[in-house]
């Protein structure tokens, strides 16, 4: 079993409209959670990160954490043309070990 | 831009061979972080180090090893290469733990 899983998509959307994206984990350890963007062929770009369970927002996006469930979502609002990348829910372990999820492509049609 | 630079963007090397590629992080960052991106295997963490001294240990390979040097840029050598290494390497350097930055890229193609 991998440590995060998340659903590869592809996912595709109209603009303007929510988009849900999930991770779900196996180890009750991870302490930090990250949502990275990346456009084809760029370094991922991180969007936000959060310690505890419950949600946090920056704008169109919101991270939630259920700890208890071991599963994280972010949300965008608004969905816009420019969000269409890969986003990567990342997580971190005591002693600094990271790991990723395989991504989920979102594409946002106008 | 993040402000992390990485060179070569790209390489192309025969198997067997042997192939260093390098990292300058962002002004004032002194954890360096590198991965490997695969289609199949996503983004995997290989290597931390933090101010010279090597931090964390993920997912690499005894053929494959990285330095920090004294001015912070980071090289990672990759010896014996096979097929499957032909991936994208990411360096990332970091303030703290959490919030990292990553550079563009290294495209490593071994034939």
């Known amino acids: 079993q991998k440590e995060v899983e998340q659903d590869p998509g592809p996912l595709s959307v109209p603009e303007g409209a929510i988009v849900s994206l999930n991770c779900t984990y196996s180890?009750?350890?991870?302490?930090?959670f990250m949502w990275y963007r990346q456009y084809s062929r760029k370094g991922p770009e991180l969007l936000m990160y959060?310690?505890?369970?419950g949600n946090k927002e920056d704008g169109r996006f919101t991270a939630q954490v259920d700890k208890s469930s071991k599963y994280i979502s972010l949300f965008i609002r608004d969905s816009q043309p420019s969000d269409s990348a890969t986003y990567l829910c990342?997580?971190?372990?005591?002693?600094?070990?990271?790991?990723f999820g395989t991504g989920t492509s979102l594409t946002v049609i106008p | 831009d993040s402000g992390v630079t990485q060179t070569p963007k790209h390489l192309i090397t025969a198997t067997g061979q042997r192939v260093t590629l390098r990292c300058s992080p962002r002004?004032?960052?002194?954890?360096v972080y590198w991965y490997q991106q695969s289609l199949d295997q996503g983004l995997q963490f290989l290597i931390q180090?933090?101010?010279?001294?090597?931090?964390a240990k993920g997912n690499i390979l005894e053929r494959f090893s990285a330095q920090q040097f004294p001015d912070l840029h980071s090289e990672l050598n990759l010896s014996s290469l096979e097929l499957g290494d032909s991936a994208l390497y990411f360096c990332?350097?970091?303030?703290?733990?959490?919030?990292?930055?990553f550079g563009p890229g290294t495209r490593l193609t071994v034939t």
């Open positions: 990332a350097s970091s303030p703290d733990s959490y919030e990292q930055y």
């Open positions: 180890n009750s350890a991870f302490q930090y």
């Open positions: 959060t310690y505890s369970s």
């Open positions: 990342a997580m971190s372990a005591p002693g600094n070990q990271f790991y």
């Open positions: 002004s004032g960052d002194l954890s």
């Open positions: 180090y933090y101010n010279g001294e090597e931090r």
